[in-house]
């Protein structure tokens, strides 16, 4: 009966993930479409916004909320920029995927908590840092660069362990209180 307690949600987990990585690879990407500004004045607004946004909200199913830094709550959509320091709250039977700019995917189950506590991410060196604390529940996370050239610089917290990622592929589940 245990048992099936704990991999009933990371089946759910699991086939969302699938699915919003299917998505994300065959749906062409944004960024690269948009045209390149011509004018330096106009470069400089665009290069700065994109540093701050960590990523988007790919996929959302049931009461998924964005809790900003300054504790401003907001129900999630798909194409939601996501900030360095946002929250991310599933309710029961809920779920969200999240995109980072260096093609990390979080996969957020049911009545789950997720702080990114520190995104950074360098587009030309690849070079960048990850940590997100799950706090409760589930999540899954498909490393991108970051953890493809410098593992160390990818890090998931729960509240008893800090796990170095050394995967590129892999579920965290916690019972944490919040």
Same mark, same amino acid.
């Given at each position: 009966?245990?048992?099936?307690?704990?991999?009933?949600?990371?089946?759910?987990?699991?086939?969302?993930?699938?699915?919003?990585?299917?998505?994300?690879?065959?749906?062409?990407?944004?960024?690269?479409?948009?045209?390149?500004?011509?004018?330096?004045?106009?470069?400089?607004?665009?290069?700065?916004?994109?540093?701050?946004?960590?990523?988007?909200?790919? #996929?959302? %199913?049931? !009461?998924? *909320?964005?809790?900003?830094?300054? +504790? /401003?709550?907001?129900?999630?959509?798909?194409?939601?920029? =996501?900030?360095?320091?946002?929250?991310?709250?599933?309710?029961?039977?809920?779920?969200?995927?999240?995109?980072?700019?260096?093609?990390?995917?979080?996969?957020?189950?049911? #009545?789950? %908590?997720? !702080?990114? *506590?520190?995104?950074?991410?360098? +587009? /030309?060196?690849?070079?960048?840092?990850?940590?997100?604390? =799950?706090?409760?529940?589930?999540?899954?996370?498909?490393?991108?660069?970051?953890?493809?050239?410098?593992?160390?610089?990818?890090?998931?917290?729960?509240?008893?362990?800090?796990?170095?990622?050394?995967?590129?592929?892999?579920?965290?589940?916690?019972?944490?209180?919040?």
């Amino acid at each position: 009966m245990m048992h099936k307690k704990f991999l009933l949600p990371l089946l759910g987990c699991a086939l969302l993930g699938a699915a919003a990585i299917s998505q994300a690879q065959t749906a062409p990407s944004t960024p690269a479409a948009a045209p390149a500004p011509t004018a330096a004045t106009a470069a400089a607004p665009a290069a700065t916004a994109p540093e701050r946004q960590a990523g988007f909200v790919k #996929s959302v %199913r049931g !009461d998924v *909320k964005l809790l900003s830094a300054a +504790a /401003t709550a907001r129900n999630a959509v798909p194409g939601d920029a =996501l900030a360095s320091v946002d929250r991310i709250v599933t309710g029961p039977d809920s779920s969200a995927a999240v995109v980072l700019r260096d093609d990390t995917t979080l996969v957020v189950g049911p #009545s789950s %908590r997720l !702080d990114l *506590k520190q995104f950074h991410f360098d +587009a /030309t060196t690849h070079e960048g840092g990850l940590l997100v604390s =799950l706090l409760r529940g589930s999540m899954r996370m498909i490393t991108g660069l970051i953890g493809k050239t410098n593992p160390d610089a990818v890090r998931v917290e729960t509240q008893t362990a800090t796990i170095g990622i050394r995967g590129t592929d892999f579920i965290v589940q916690t019972d944490g209180q919040p």
